[in-house]
């Protein structure tokens, strides 16, 4: 990712141009332009030219002088990444708080922390972050790959004055870089289809394309020797390589994988054209536009993340800014040229004088005790900041807790907890399930039969808060909206992404004679404590069968976590199908997000997907019920209203946008096709336009498209009882 013009005379034009064509390629995607989703292979041709020069560097050195100076190439690697990495990293650590909500700012402390000491690639990796997940973005996201050289930096010219201690060193590097290499890229491509965010981010599995630079560096001798016009003609196939890249790698690519071996082979095949006469390099990349947006991509590579990511939030945009669509393209593209100007600001005054050593006046060791002490305040200022959001978080919740202790106990959240304290049974888990009673009579589960577009008259409801200030009495707090949740899954009875068995448990009475089984996703698990209520009150032997993205239709589908087909989801589904033939249940509920990425393209369309999930109904026994989809907000709920406490109306969501096009078409379709009972609860989520991030007292969601369990719980006496119509 490092780089920048020099005035040696092994100076290359042509390199210069082709990381401006990288660094464009990553802005164009992180824009999101139409057509350049693929472009964040931009950062596999950096990673190739960072092992090209690097190497080629190093290896000079060993030849010029006989040894490699280990001080001196460090003190050079950190005068060259640190000063813009860290007025880039301060400037974010400063303005997050200013602009993002208490609650995200323990998660960007952390991010910083890591991005300061180098390890931003281990972090997101042991989160299995998606980098393309607008929720989980964080504005420092991008330090992974600053991550990857320097950890790359630290390792790879050890290895290489180790092994140039042989007889014959060129020979003995390319041995090593081969080996690497090799090693590096099958890792790669066998953690792509276990466990993608460790393949994606991880040293291990992209060392291989920072060697791969390194290899044509140590072979730069029998490069000089192809003919030009062969050297050209490779350059072409580069070109054509990378620009394949773009078209065959789409949303459900598993990556890196095989598909990287188009964009690293292509950038191989660039540079070791060598931009002679004819070469893409010589009519294309040394074009100045190209060369100077070259120089000042390091710059602009730091800089355009924090902005993409702040500024939308900033402007009061939240999520909307993530569709790319209309007025907010146009937004995103002024803010990646606001980065252009401020990059090209940073080269100018803060890259080239400390790269030069105009700003340089201190020695090696002072230098490498600079950039310990800069690390340090960075890790500190990460700390301050973690600090600062657990208190205002934790002052959050201490007020609510106050102001709910004298709530009115009559609220709709009182009452529903008194009716669940007051029911026996409770939860459990079980080993393996109980016989099954003898068949009842079918039980159905109905609710309001008015739909999103038609709400009901809601004088029997808490009245829905779409302005003004936040009730002191709200409920859950937003310092512990995020952990009111089901307990499925802390009680092992609901899968995460890993693992396709399902858990044998049973809550409810677990002797009662009428048996319910729910079914899907977390859009599914969180129903759950309203259903787990109705089993108490009712004494249904409730069997859940849930599995995080997990949509319950018999069609391929991508997980965007997983970075690949989820095989897992597929295994879990037949299985959960034997489970409930073997079970039996009177009644089956299902329910699942309505966002759902697919590995078919054709597959994207809700009246296939309502047939998929038809397949499946036809082949369980008993009733069933199909519980449409929640709206989606906008907005991380809790973190927005956590900034905008006085101003509701700041984040809520319209209709149109919380509906979107698809809002009960999959379920409607396989309601018709199997004669399920279609659940619609739309009138309760969102009883008003725009949707209320809070109805009387109570949070509406938990982050921008999950409910919270209190909510869910409040919603009992709809989801269990009234005049249901099937659709």
């Not at 907890?417 to 109905?446: F, H, L, N, Y």
Request: charged share 20%; aromatic share 6%.
């Amino acid at each position: 990712m490092t780089s920048s013009r020099t005035r040696d005379p092994g100076y290359r034009p042509d390199l210069e141009g082709l990381r401006g064509v990288a660094i464009l390629l990553v802005l164009l995607c992180h824009v999101r332009i139409p057509g350049a989703e693929a472009g964040f292979v931009g950062v596999d041709v950096f990673f190739v030219l960072s092992g090209f020069l690097i190497t080629g560097l190093l290896v000079n050195e060993r030849e010029r002088t006989g040894r490699i100076g280990l001080g001196p190439f460090y003190a050079r690697r950190a005068r060259r990444i640190l000063p813009a990495a860290v007025l880039v990293l301060a400037t974010t650590l400063l303005a997050a708080p200013l602009v993002l909500s208490p609650l995200d700012l323990r998660r960007i402390a952390d991010d910083g922390m890591a991005a300061s000491l180098s390890l931003a690639n281990m972090r997101y990796a042991v989160d299995a972050t998606d980098y393309f997940a607008p929720v989980d973005a964080s504005p420092m996201l991008h330090f992974w790959s600053l991550a990857v050289e320097e950890q790359f930096y630290l390792l790879w010219p050890i290895l290489l004055l180790t092994v140039a201690r042989i007889g014959r060193p060129r020979l003995a590097m390319a041995a090593l870089a081969i080996a690497v290499l090799a090693g590096s890229f099958v890792l790669s491509f066998m953690l792509t289809d276990t466990s993608g965010a460790w393949a994606y981010f991880s040293l291990p599995t992209r060392a291989w394309q920072l060697t791969a630079g390194g290899l044509l560096a140590l072979g730069a001798p029998l490069l000089s020797r192809v003919p030009h016009a062969v050297a050209a003609a490779v350059g072409w196939l580069g070109a054509a390589l990378l620009g394949a890249s773009l078209v065959a790698i789409g949303p459900t690519t598993a990556y890196p994988g095989l598909a990287s071996l188009l964009p690293t082979i292509g950038a191989v095949a660039l540079i070791a054209s060598g931009g002679v006469v004819g070469s893409p390099g010589w009519i294309v990349f040394a074009r100045a536009p190209l060369r100077w947006l070259g120089r000042i991509s390091y710059s602009l590579y730091l800089w355009h993340w924090p902005i993409l990511v702040l500024g939308p939030v900033a402007l009061g945009l939240g999520m909307a800014a993530d569709e790319g669509g209309g007025d907010d393209l146009a937004i995103q593209v002024g803010l990646g040229l606001l980065a252009v100007a401020i990059a090209a600001v940073t080269w100018r005054l803060v890259e080239e004088p400390f790269r030069r050593g105009r700003l340089t006046l201190w020695g090696r060791a002072r230098g490498v005790a600079l950039a310990g002490a800069t690390a340090l305040i960075l890790v500190l200022g990460s700390t301050a900041i973690g600090v600062v959001g657990d208190r205002e978080v934790a002052a959050a919740a201490a007020l609510d807790a106050g102001a709910a202790s004298t709530a009115d106990e009559s609220s709709p959240a009182g009452l529903v907890d008194r009716a669940a304290s007051s029911s026996a049974s409770g939860s459990s888990t079980a080993p393996e399930e109980p016989p099954m009673p003898s068949m009842p009579e079918r039980t159905v589960v109905s609710a309001p039969s008015s739909t999103a577009s038609t709400p009901p008259s809601t004088e029997s409801r808490p009245k829905p808060r779409i302005d003004g200030a936040l009730p002191r009495d709200l409920t859950p707090s937003l310092a512990r909206a995020r952990q009111d949740t089901d307990p499925l899954r802390a009680d092992g009875c609901g899968l995460s992404l890993a693992g396709s068995k399902p858990p044998a448990c049973a809550y409810g009475d677990k002797n009662g004679t009428v048996t319910v089984a729910l079914v899907g996703d977390s859009h599914a698990a969180h129903w759950f404590p309203a259903i787990e209520l109705l089993a108490r009150q009712r004494r249904w032997r409730l069997v859940p069968f849930t599995k995080f993205s997990c949509v319950f239709v018999d069609m391929r589908i991508w997980s965007p976590r997983l970075k690949r087909e989820y095989t897992e989801c597929e295994v879990w589904r037949e299985r959960v199908v034997g489970r409930l033939v073997a079970l039996r249940p009177d009644l089956v509920i299902v329910a699942a997000d309505q966002e759902l990425p697919v590995v078919v393209d054709r597959d994207d369309d809700p009246t296939l997907q309502g047939a998929a999930m038809a397949r499946l109904i036809r082949r369980i026994p008993g009733g069933v019920a199909i519980i449409v989809d929640t709206p989606r907000s906008e907005y991380d709920v809790p973190a927005c209203l956590a900034q905008h406490r006085t101003s509701i109306e700041r984040c809520t969501t319209t209709r149109s946008a919380a509906f979107g096009w698809r809002h009960m078409l999959r379920e409607r379709e396989a309601a018709r096709l199997t004669g399920a009972t279609l659940v619609d609860l739309s009138a309760a989520t969102c009883p008003t336009d725009p949707c209320p991030p809070v109805v009387g007292s109570i949070l509406v969601y938990r982050d921008h498209h999950h409910l919270p369990a209190t909510f869910v719980r409040s919603l009992v006496d709809e989801l269990g009882g009234g005049a249901a119509r099937r659709r």
